[in-house]
T-cell receptor, first 113, second 111 residues
Framework: DTEVTQTPKHLVMGMTNKKSLKCEQH?????MYWYKQKAKKPPELMFV???????INESVPSRFSPECPNSSLLNLHLHALQPEDSALYLC????????????FGQGTRLTVV | SQKIEQNSEALNIQEGKTATLTCNYT??????LQWYRQDPGRGPVFLLL?????KEKRKERLKVTFDTTLKQSLFHITASQPADSATYLCALEGSQGNLIFGKGTKLSVKP
């Protein structure tokens, strides 16, 4: 199984809503990542978890809250988002942080209204 | 600061020709460089990784070169097909072990 599964595929939420994005991998990878991608831009790193501990937080606003319940799961909790937070949110994993290739999920297309 | 440039925002070629995409970097000496393919609305898909001590790497119709003196990687698709149309991203390892992506080159292969 070389898949990274993200749910939901699409999400529309209001600025006062609380929602969560979920990511799952069963490749035994110990590094997991959240990226944000705006239209016609490259993916931008948000968070890195290494061995279930937060390793990198790229100065992301606190309205985004990551969580890594176990080595296979990664969540991104969303609260009080702004319309400019609308983007494609990508989860990725790799054997370990900084090691070879990353496997990406299909992404969650988030629209904040 | 580390900078990655993919000089062409878009590249249009005829089916059967070789597509050549360029990735340049500055203020950096990466141990390896990677290329990814991304289709609209989908996550990037890993294609090839080349290490600093490798000059060239091949995979089927794909070829990547890595010139650490010029600080440049070239990505070639030979005998291109319309199905190769996508955005191609080069990526370097950042100082914290994360990937830093170039802006990408959108390749269009016309039949």
């Amino acid at each position: 199984d070389t898949e990274v599964t993200q749910t939901p595929k699409h999400l529309v939420m209001g600025m006062t809503n609380k929602k969560s994005l979920k990511c799952e991998q069963h490749m035994g990878h110990r590094a997991m990542y959240w990226y944000k991608q705006k239209a016609k831009k490259p993916p931008e790193l948000m968070f890195v978890y290494s061995y279930e501990k937060l390793s990198i937080n790229e100065s992301v606003p606190s309205r985004f809250s990551p969580e890594c319940p176990n080595s296979s799961l990664l969540n991104l909790h969303l609260h009080a988002l702004q319309p400019e937070d609308s983007a494609l949110y990508l989860c990725a994993s790799s054997q370990r942080q900084g090691y070879t290739e990353a496997f990406f999920g299909q992404g969650t297309r988030l629209t904040v209204v | 600061s580390q900078k990655i440039e993919q000089n062409s925002e878009a590249l249009n070629i005829q089916e059967g020709k070789t597509a050549t995409l360029t990735c340049n970097y500055t203020n950096y000496s990466p141990a390896y460089l990677q290329w990814y393919r991304q289709d609209p609305g989908r996550g990037p898909v890993f294609l090839l990784l080349i290490r600093e001590n490798e000059k060239e790497k091949r995979k089927e119709r794909l070829k990547v070169t890595f010139d650490t003196t010029l600080k440049q990687s070239l990505f070639h698709i030979t005998a291109s097909q319309p199905a190769d149309s996508a955005t191609y991203l080069c990526a370097l390892e950042g100082s914290q072990g994360n990937l830093i992506f170039g802006k990408g080159t959108k390749l269009s292969v016309k039949p």
